[in-house]
T-cell receptor
Framework: GAGVSQSPSNKVTEKGKDVELRCDPI?????LYWYRQSLGQGLEFLIY????????KSGLPSDRFSAERTGGSVSTLTIQRTQQEDSAVYLC?????????????FGPGTRLTVL | EDKVVQSPLSLVVHEGDTVTLNCSYE??????LLWYKQEKKAPTFLFML????IEKKSGRLSSILDKKELFSILNITATQTGDSAVYLC??????????FGDGTTLTVKP
């Protein structure tokens, strides 16, 4: 079946604008993760959804960042009033069920550039 | 503070060499240790380790976990240019949260 998909693949925006990044997980996967990866750096955890439980937001860097997961499937990461330091690749991953397996399948990422 | 430290940060070898990549971690409520390979875009899964001392193998790659000393190694034998990538180590906690290291950049020269 289809893997994790993300859109857009690239996004260029001006400082101060809001952006929305979308993630479609693998069908049937109950866990969904958002990460950020700056150039040459490892993955920085942002937020994690597991089923209908309250999301783990402990990695969100500021209150300008928020995420939703509607219907237990598609997720949207919103960054308000973007800053240049928000420029990075935003990766989404899903896994079958946290606890059953931790293998995460990653999407291709959205490269965000804030001018 | 929970963390993952990978070493070396970068490594350059020639085809046919054997490499060992290291990953040490400190975490409460540890559940599993994972290795990923990242080439141009998204990471791809290599191994998940949950038990100490049991080696996992996939072709020329193998990995083992030491839960007492809190580290894991990833071995690649008879390296090929296609092995050039960033290798990421991560742990998952019982709550399902994952933390990644900064990765080891491996370059295999012909």
């Amino acid at each position: 079946g289809a893997g994790v998909s993300q859109s857009p693949s690239n996004k260029v925006t001006e400082k101060g604008k809001d952006v929305e990044l979308r993630c479609d997980p693998i069908s049937g996967h109950t866990a969904l993760y958002w990460y950020r990866q700056s150039l040459g750096q490892g993955l920085e955890f942002l937020i994690y959804f597991q089923g209908n439980s309250a999301p783990d937001k402990s990695g969100l860097p500021s209150d300008r960042f928020s995420a939703e997961r509607t219907g237990g499937s598609v997720s949207t990461l919103t960054i308000q009033r973007t800053q240049q330091e928000d420029s990075a690749v935003y990766l989404c991953a899903s896994s079958l069920q946290a606890g059953a397996t931790d293998t995460q399948y990653f999407g291709p990422g959205t490269r965000l550039t804030v001018l | 503070e929970d963390k993952v430290v990978q070493s070396p940060l970068s490594l350059v070898v020639h085809e046919g060499d054997t490499v060992t990549l290291n990953c040490s971690y400190e975490v409460t409520n540890f559940r599993s240790l994972l290795w990923y390979k990242q080439e141009k875009k998204a990471p791809t899964f290599l191994f998940m380790l949950t038990s100490s001392g049991i080696e996992k193998k996939s072709g020329r790659l193998s990995s083992i976990l030491d839960k007492k000393e809190l580290f894991s190694i990833l071995n690649i034998t008879a390296t090929q240019t296609g092995d050039s990538a960033v290798y990421l180590c991560a742990y998952s906690t019982n709550a399902g949260k994952s933390t990644f290291g900064d990765g080891t950049t491996l370059t295999v020269k012909p």
